[in-house]
C-alpha cells in the first residue's frame, strides 16, 4: 500500500467524525490495509477513547497505531506531516474543522481524500457548505460527502426529503455522496481495540466502499 492521507473533517461539531474515523480505520485493518490513525482534533476522543479501553484491557492486540497530534507548533506540524509522508499505510486523520487556522492548512494540504461527514439539519448543511467551498478553493483532495446517523424515519419526512435533495443537488458539484449510516446504538459505541461487529460492518460497508475504491485506484482528482 502507498502512502494515502485521509483526512475526517468538517466545520459542524456532532457529526460523528471521530466515531467515523475509528470505524474506517478498523474496517481498513479488517480489509487487510495498512492503517495508522493521527488524532488531530483538540478534544482528542480518540486518543482518551482508546486511553480508557487500555486502562480496562492493557494486552490487547491493537488494530492500529494511534498517534496524538497537537497543532499548536508549526515546525511540530511541518516535522510530523514530513514523518507521515514516508509511511506506506493509509494515514486516517480525525482532522478539526478550522481550515484557516496557518498550522492546519499545512495537515490538509497533504491529504489525498477528505470525508466529511454530514446531517440534513439545516445547521449542519450551512457549515458543510461554508466548509467545502474554502477547502476547494485551496486544497486538492478528493471529496466525499457521507450521511452519517440518519434513521429511516427521519429521511422518510418530507421536510427532510426535500432538505437532503436540496443538499445533494449542492454538493454532488464539489464530490461524492456516499450511501448513508443508519443511526444505530451498536454504531455509536465504537471500539479502538475491538473488531467491529456484524452490525457495524453492514452499517459501514456501502457507505465505506467508494472511498476504499479511491484508495485502491490510487487517483487523486
Not at 93 to 119: F, M, R, T, W
Request: glycine share 4%.
Amino acid at each position: 500500500m502507498d502512502n494515502k492521507i485521509i483526512l475526517f473533517s468538517n466545520l459542524k461539531g456532532g457529526v460523528g467524525k471521530s466515531c467515523l474515523s475509528v470505524l474506517f480505520s478498523t474496517y481498513l485493518h479488517e480489509q487487510g490495509i495498512p492503517v495508522m490513525v493521527v488524532d488531530a482534533d483538540i478534544q482528542q476522543s480518540i486518543f482518551r477513547h482508546r486511553q480508557r479501553e487500555l486502562s480496562e484491557n492493557p494486552y490487547a492486540a491493537l488494530p492500529w497505531q494511534l498517534q496524538p497530534f497537537n497543532s499548536d507548533d508549526l515546525e511540530t506540524v511541518k516535522s510530523v506531516i514530513e514523518s507521515l509522508k514516508q509511511v506506506p499505510a493509509c494515514i486516517v486523520v480525525d482532522c478539526p474543522g478550522n481550515i484557516i487556522d496557518p498550522n492546519l492548512k499545512a495537515i490538509y494540504s497533504i491529504a489525498d481524500i477528505a470525508v466529511v461527514p454530514i446531517h440534513y439539519d439545516p445547521d449542519s448543511v450551512r457549515a458543510t457548505l461554508r466548509f467545502v467551498r474554502l477547502f476547494k478553493k485551496n486544497f486538492r483532495a478528493r471529496m466525499f460527502f457521507l450521511p452519517n446517523n440518519i434513521s429511516g424515519i427521519e429521511e422518510n419526512r418530507d421536510s427532510v426529503k426535500e432538505l437532503r435533495d436540496n443538499t445533494f443537488a449542492v454538493l454532488k458539484d464539489f464530490g461524492y455522496l456516499t450511501a448513508r449510516v443508519k443511526r444505530c446504538i451498536t454504531v455509536a459505541d465504537y471500539s479502538t481495540i475491538l473488531p467491529l461487529t456484524y452490525f457495524q460492518k453492514n452499517a459501514v460497508k456501502y457507505p465505506f466502499k467508494p472511498i476504499i475504491e479511491e484508495l485502491e485506484k490510487g487517483g487523486v482528482e
